[in-house]
């Protein structure tokens, strides 16, 4: 069973940046593929970012392919999510999510575990 504990949201100023954190308990974290989702306010959950256990193979919505970057830390159990250069339409809950397969995988019905999710507001 993993167990994900996202931080970090709040608010920001358009062109702004933060960093979400994602602590991850459980067996063999760097196994681990490590995703990004966002879901704002009536829209479907999207796709931000993945990376994968083992190789670290990182996979990017176009829109944050750029600006944003997910890296891991496999001594801390820790995924990150630095996000630059935001915008309004950035804004939403973004969610941690993990899961044994294998690759950079992007579809949330792929994922196993979903943390509760951090909410980020970017204002005009």
């Known amino acids: 069973q993993v167990q994900l504990v996202e931080s970090g949201g709040g608010l920001v100023q358009a062109g702004g940046s933060l960093r979400l954190s994602c602590a991850a308990s459980g067996p063999a974290f760097s196994r681990l593929t490590m995703g990004w989702f966002r879901q704002a306010p009536g829209k479907e959950r999207d796709f931000v970012a993945a990376i994968s256990g083992g190789t670290g193979r990182t996979n990017y919505l176009d829109s944050a392919r750029g600006r944003f970057t997910i890296s891991r830390d496999n001594a801390k159990n820790t995924v990150y999510l630095q996000m630059n250069s935001l915008k309004p339409e950035d804004t939403a809950a973004y969610y941690c999510?993990?899961?044994?397969?294998?690759?950079?995988?992007?579809?949330?019905?792929?994922?196993?575990?979903w943390g509760q999710g951090t909410h980020v507001t970017v204002s005009s």
């Open positions: 999510a993990a899961t044994y397969s294998g690759g950079a995988i992007y579809r949330p019905s792929q994922y196993n575990y």
